[in-house]
């Protein structure tokens, strides 16, 4: 069995990425938990985070095979997915900001805008766009109706074992369409996106049970469909529960408070972050 613990290095690890850490690492039993620095977002990770990132997991007492993949060195292998579906016609060049997806979707006879997994779900404004005329200031979208004709009837599906949505779930047409749309596969500032880089990346580390926290659950889809369009194989996935605050809300990188470095500084035991978030 092999994992994979894929943290952001854009602030300090808190509870909520212990938790992550520790289940990836549990799951992972005789096989092995990769870690993962996903850090295509070059104006918001910094070494620092990273540095911090080693040093608090083996701290918690884990341990990962070296060298760990940075998703900065993996930009050409996100490149050539891109391509690939572009070459298959499924993909058009966006020039819309928000506001102009705000203006389309308030229009008239737009009916109430759906907000899915990855936001707004996208009017249509720029499908039928030609790639070759796509510039620097273009996102790249993913045409959904297209990508789901290409597969046809018989659409994949994927194994969940967490504990809120367990079993086997089927890809639905109607709710990709509606709810997730034409997604963006590459920002124009980064050249590629969060859905595609994990994709293209658990494939490429042969990841066996995606384990990661019930706020991707309805990611996953995506990432499910992208891997068939692409010919890539459908890990097992395992969404965690994740880690709130007092007041019910879940943990976020600007809750500094509950860094694992804070309580590190105040003397916790690697058996009292275990214990906090209830391992
Ligand atoms: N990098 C993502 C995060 O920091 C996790 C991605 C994943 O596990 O698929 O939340």
Known sequence: ??????????????????????????????????????????????????AQIYDDLAWLGLDWPRPVLRQSDRLAAYRDALDRLGAMGLTYPCRCRRADIRAALSAPQAGAP????????????????????????????????????????ALPAFTETGPAHAGRHVLEAQALIGTVGDVVLARRDLGTSYHLAVVVDDAFQEIGEVTRGEDLFEATPIHVLLQALLGLPTPAYHHHRLILDETGRRLAKRDDARAIAAYRAEGASPADIRRMVGL
């Open 1 to 50: 069995m092999r994992t994979r613990f894929a943290p952001s290095p854009t602030g300090p690890l808190h509870l909520g990425h212990a938790f992550a850490a520790l289940t990836a690492f549990e799951r992972a039993g005789d096989g092995e938990m990769l870690l993962r620095i996903e850090d295509i977002d070059s104006a918001r990770s910094r070494p620092e985070w990273e």
């Open 114 to 153: 759906v907000i899915g997994p990855d936001g707004l779900v996208y009017p249509g404004t720029c499908r039928g766009r030609s790639l070759a005329e796509a510039g620097p200031e273009d996102a790249i979208r993913l045409d959904m109706a297209r990508a789901l004709d290409r597969l046809g009837p």
